[in-house]
């Protein structure tokens, strides 16, 4: 059974900093391209980041490029995502979310999401 | 950036019902589009992948169809368990990009 479990979620400052983690279990991580996917209060989902089976290849929002970093250790199932110089509008919930096939196609499966929220 | 256009934004309807929801691609993404539902307090869930393939375990009253830039989800007969909200998304290329959502709710 595939299982994505998110965690490091919380409150921080305006300007501050926070890493999200991502343990996934039930399939061949290092196989599949892996992205984060945000959801604001009321609103829809928001695709943030990608990352390749290998982790050579990465894609960013441009909302987020340059503050967020995706990495993966495919020697321990697990994905990241570093962000920095936080905003409110950066206040989500954030999942991870498996690619159906190795390197593209939809999400097949989701976390259940661990809350940012950016406030002073 | 391909931009992905869902309408309506809410439809109220009945069980029994027959309900369509249509996204359109600002530009061509072939067949590479997903329809997820989404409860509250959950993550979205994938019905429909590649425009037109039922995910493993989505009842049949759930259909897609289109390709190029036009897409609709059709639900056969609404039940009391698909009053949620349905996101389109396409998978053709970065910035993966999601529709605004389409919220059905109880007439």
């Known amino acids: 059974e595939v299982q994505l479990l998110e965690s490091g979620g919380g409150l921080v400052q305006p300007g501050g900093s926070l890493r999200l983690s991502c343990a996934a279990a039930g399939f061949t991580f290092s196989t599949y391209a892996m992205s984060w996917v945000r959801q604001a209060p009321g609103k829809g989902p928001e695709w943030v980041s990608a990352i390749s089976g290998g982790g050579g290849y990465t894609h960013y929002a441009d909302s987020v490029r340059g503050r967020f970093t995706v990495t993966r250790d495919n020697s321990k199932n697990t994905l990241s995502l570093e962000m920095n110089s936080l905003r409110a509008e950066d206040t989500a919930v954030y999942y991870c979310a498996k690619h159906r096939v190795a390197h593209t196609g939809d999400f097949d499966y989701w976390g259940q999401g661990t809350l940012v929220t950016v406030s002073s | 950036d391909i931009q992905m256009t869902q309408s309506p934004s809410t439809l109220s309807a009945s069980v029994g019902d027959r309900v369509t929801i249509t996204c359109r691609a600002s530009?061509?993404?072939?067949?590479?589009l997903a329809w997820y539902q989404q409860k509250p307090g959950k993550a979205p869930k994938v019905l429909i992948y590649k425009a037109s393939s039922l995910e493993s375990g989505v009842p049949s009253r759930f259909s897609g169809s289109g390709s190029g830039t036009e897409f609709t989800l059709t639900i056969s007969s609404l039940q009391p368990d698909d009053f949620a909200t349905y996101y389109c998304?396409?998978?053709?290329?970065?910035?993966?990009?999601f529709g605004q959502g389409t919220r059905v709710e109880i007439k």
């Open positions: 530009q061509s993404i072939s067949n590479w």
């Open positions: 998304q396409h998978s053709s290329s970065y910035p993966r990009t």
